[in-house]
């Protein structure tokens, strides 16, 4: 097996994951960063490695949990004036959306729509989730302080992050597949078109792999 240091250096990927996801929220990059890695090397020395599963699976929720103590030493978390008013417009465009076609718009749709990145859209949607006072704003009237809600942040980005280790670790074909159907929103026979396959063969390994993936992350 490799050195602990070479093992934590393989895996700073999954301590920027969970840091970018908290950027903005009143923390530097470079100290939510570095209390990732804390979790992380927590991780790496208390994790079982003849229990059968990935260290990405175990280690997200100790890097998350290491990250979370920060918002709770503070307090508080400032969102800005203009992050607040884009994630208005965001849950806005999306409520709209929702009712036009029966169906969520994607994160780069609003993006697109916004004409601003997919990194910021997430972040205002992720400040509209936050519990927000009156009396809370700042003197300037150019913040707003607000509790974090961690718990359920904890739990929301710890699913989404071994979903995305998971996906990263599928055979290159269907890797393929889920990427054109869940990234790209394609349909089925679009996809067996790509693949040079039929729509039937897609529907059967969508759901051997959906399956797959499910059995891997239900640990």
């Known amino acids: 097996m490799e050195n602990k240091q070479e093992i934590a250096k393989a895996n700073l990927g999954l301590v920027h994951a969970c840091a970018k996801r908290f950027k903005g929220r009143g923390i530097e990059y470079d100290d939510l960063f570095s209390a990732g890695c804390v979790g992380l090397l927590k991780a790496i020395n208390n994790f079982d490695w003849d229990r059968g599963i990935k260290l990405s699976t175990y280690a997200v929720p100790v890097i998350l949990g290491e990250i979370k103590q920060l918002f709770r030493d503070s307090g508080t978390v400032k969102v800005s004036r203009s992050l607040k008013e884009l994630s208005l417009k965001a ?13 969520e718009i994607t994160v780069n749709k609003l993006a697109e729509i916004l004409e601003t990145e997919p990194d910021r859209v ?10 927000v006072s009156l009396n809370n704003l700042d003197r300037d009237g150019d913040e707003y302080v607000t509790d974090i809600p961690v718990d359920s942040v ?5 699913e989404i992050i071994s979903l995305r280790q998971a996906v990263k670790d599928l055979e290159e074909e269907d890797k393929k597949l889920i990427i054109l159907r869940y990234y790209k929103h394609m349909t089925q026979t679009q996809t067996a078109k790509v693949l040079n396959i039929t729509q039937v063969q897609v529907s059967r390994r969508e759901k051997k792999i959906l399956a797959n993936l499910r059995n891997s992350l239900a640990v």
């Open 91 to 103: 849950s806005k465009i999306s409520d709209e959306y929702l009712r036009q076609h029966g169906e």
């Open 122 to 131: 997430v972040q205002a949607l992720n400040a509209s989730r936050l519990p």
């Open 154 to 158: 904890e739990e929301r980005l710890s």
